[in-house]
């Protein structure tokens, strides 16, 4: 073989091997920043995993919401109307945020039952609901968006 070829083909391979380990650090960021959304079923049935970060949703249970003295420390639940889950959550909750309404919590789950928020996302307004909430609260019986009736 000649070393112009030669050169050529070490080139052509080293292209290809700096290429290959450029794909393949994109895929494993994009990996680990992918949160998987699981409703309270979901987690109960045990399809979610414990202690990696995932996102919750469904609505906030009613008369569930207890704060600590500090107010700082939140207790809620997240139902969607079939099962509940526990959350707890350190911080300052969204403007947004009321029992009632579609909620999703981002966090890890330490147990079936229990999961830690880390950031908690409330709907926009009235009519807007997150697209998973409305799949999953649907999914598990909940009408979901209603048609407005005002013209």
Partial sequence: MKAHRRNKLIAIIGGLLLLSG???LILYALSS???HFYPPTEVSQGKAPL?????VGGLVAYN???RAADGLDV??????NQNSLRVQYHGI?????KEGQGVIAEGQLVSKTEFVASKVL?????KYMPPEVEQSLEKYGHPG???STDY
Avoid: G, Y
């Avoid at 207790?75 to 969607?80: A, S, W």
């Fill in 22 to 24: 450029a794909v393949a």
């Fill in 93 to 97: 909750l969204p403007d947004l945020f």
């Fill in 33 to 35: 920043n992918i949160n």
């Fill in 75 to 80: 207790e809620f639940t997240v139902t969607d």
């Fill in 145 to 147: 968006k209603k048609q």
């Fill in 122 to 126: 409330a709907k926009h307004d009235e």
């Fill in 64 to 66: 569930s919401v207890k």
């Fill in 51 to 55: 202690n990696k970060t995932i996102r």
